[in-house]
């Protein structure tokens, strides 16, 4: 091609890219700004109702969001000013160890005491307003997206604030040709999802009184998972009240206390306590100092039953407590109970210790794609390991059996709490590992009338395997420390056998 052919062709793309294709950002935040009402926003403050689902805590990870909590009497307000955000609400909710349900409260505050806190911070940014408030003064740039039959200008900001890993948190928005906030994602580190995607949808805008626009359906999601749907009712600009507004709100007929203080910047973490291993029997140890791990001698290896609970530097203090005990032998096998994050959040450092990882097999899947997702907001031991995540599935039963041991896992059916829990049996002996089934009621307690459900599943489950056991070991440590024994539990239920 010729330059003389080449320069009016150059001269009609140069055209169309400023004009019909390509929008600068700053056009497209302009007028989506003046579209929502943004201009002259500093706070706004909306109320409605909603749930809110805790994220890793569902029954199955496959199905429906994890336990739910509806927010009632439900507000959030944002300054965009000082950057602050406080989401308050009203619920009334039954504790997860069972009982009663129980009237309380929820606040979450992002402000000047928590400022490096993301998690917290990105509620401020994550709204469509503040979007484009931080759009209008962050270098953002756009492009723009079609996807079935409808085009969407995507703009991308970078927050100032940085990751662990000094990574600029980014900030992406979907607007519409109605220029129309639609959707804005942010990235958060999460010890099982890595750079975990936090999505939120805003759907059925309205235009209020004084010419803002509002979703009146938010529906905020976490690694893919819905974590808080919120309907909103009603949303007010530069409200007077903002100061007021903005303090936790008290659970209704307590007496009001002296205004609540910022939080504190948080302080240093009371130092765990070490990981201790205590012999249970010869070759099986349960390693204390947190929630409970056992460990299982092999000929040639060594299998530890929750090996990833809480946090990686637990999961590196239990496995490192579990060699000493057991020297000179690998930890081949690694057994979840069951996918719930406190129990499953040390896995980063399993996965660097090149054990292989078990799991009821509903659960393998989800596990594979989150521990292969990238880790770059805040390196952890599966990024500096450069290690991938090996697991095999169990259904109802698997035993592990060589001349020194034998372990089995059987699946417990039916459980509210969680569909793919596992339990760990030592037939030679008589010992029963589980979690989250049975909690040691305190002393002056009666037994619980009626029954907790999940364990008269664990005990029911155990009959229907005629399994013949003693002794029951809990990921819970019971306080006092107490042992549990078979009867013990069945007394709990009120039952002789
Ligand atoms: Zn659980
Ligand atoms: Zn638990």
Redesign the pocket.
């Known amino acids: 091609m010729n330059c003389q052919k080449l320069f009016p062709v150059l001269l009609a793309l140069g055209f169309l890219s400023s004009n019909a294709w390509a929008q600068t950002a700053q056009t497209v935040i302009t007028e989506a700004a003046h579209a929502m009402g943004v201009n002259g926003l500093d706070s706004i403050t909306y109320y409605g109702a909603g749930t809110s689902f805790a994220l890793g805590q569902s029954a199955s990870v496959n199905g429906l969001p994890g336990p739910r909590t509806n927010l009632s009497d439900y507000r959030r307000t944002l300054d965009f000013v000082h950057p602050a955000a406080t989401t308050s609400a009203i619920t009334f909710a039954a504790p997860v160890t069972g009982g009663p349900a129980k009237l309380g409260v929820f606040n979450e505050l992002a402000n000047s005491g928590n400022a490096g806190n993301w998690g917290l911070q990105m509620q401020v940014w994550l709204s469509p307003w503040g979007f484009l408030k931080g759009a209008a003064t962050h270098n953002a740039t756009v492009a723009a997206q079609t996807a079935n039959n409808k085009t969407l200008q995507v703009v991308s900001w970078e927050s100032n604030l940085k990751s662990p890993a000094g990574v600029a948190y980014k900030l992406v928005g979907y607007i519409n040709d109605q220029h129309i906030v639609e959707r804005v994602e942010t990235w958060l580190e999460h010890p099982i999802h890595g750079d975990m995607l936090v999505q939120a949808n805003y759907t059925q805008y309205r235009r209020n009184h004084e010419g803002l626009m509002f979703p009146a359906m938010v529906i905020e999601s976490r690694g893919g998972q819905v974590v808080y749907p919120i309907q909103i009712f009603g949303a007010e600009r530069n409200p007077p009240q903002l100061a007021q507004y903005l303090q936790p709100v008290q659970l209704p007929g307590t007496a009001t206390a002296a205004a609540p203080a910022a939080p504190a910047a948080p302080a240093a973490p009371p130092s765990a306590p070490a990981a201790k291993a205590e012999k249970l029997a010869e070759g099986v140890y349960r390693i204390t100092g947190g929630y409970v791990a056992v460990a299982v001698e092999f000929s040639d290896h060594i299998l530890l039953f929750e090996a990833a609970g809480q946090n990686e530097a637990r999961a590196q203090a239990v496995m490192a407590e579990a060699k000493r005990a057991i020297p000179n032998k690998p930890i081949r096998y690694a057994v979840l109970s069951h996918h ?1 994050f ?2 499953t959040s040390g896995l980063p450092a399993v996965v660097a210790e090149g054990s292989t990882i078990v799991v009821h097999e509903m659960d393998k899947e989800f596990f594979e794609k989150a521990l292969g997702a990238p880790r770059t907001l805040k390196p952890d031991a599966i990024s500096s390991s450069g290690k991938k995540a090996v697991i095999e599935g169990v259904g109802e039963k698997r035993v592990f059996k060589d001349a020194l041991h034998t372990a089995e896992l059987y699946h417990i059916q039916g459980l509210p709490h969680a569909e793919d829990m596992l339990v760990m049996y030592l037939p030679k002996e008589k010992i029963v590992v589980y ?2 089934m049975y909690n040691v009621p305190a002393a002056n307690e009666p037994v619980p009338n009626p029954p907790v459900v999940g364990t008269v599943v664990m005990m029911d489950n155990l009959a229907r395997l005629k399994l013949d056991f003693d002794t029951l070991v809990s ?2 440590a019971p306080n006092p420390d107490v042992p549990i024994t078979k009867a013990s539990v069945l007394a709990s239920l009120g039952r002789s056998k």
């Open positions: 719930h406190d129990h979690a989250d990921i819970h």
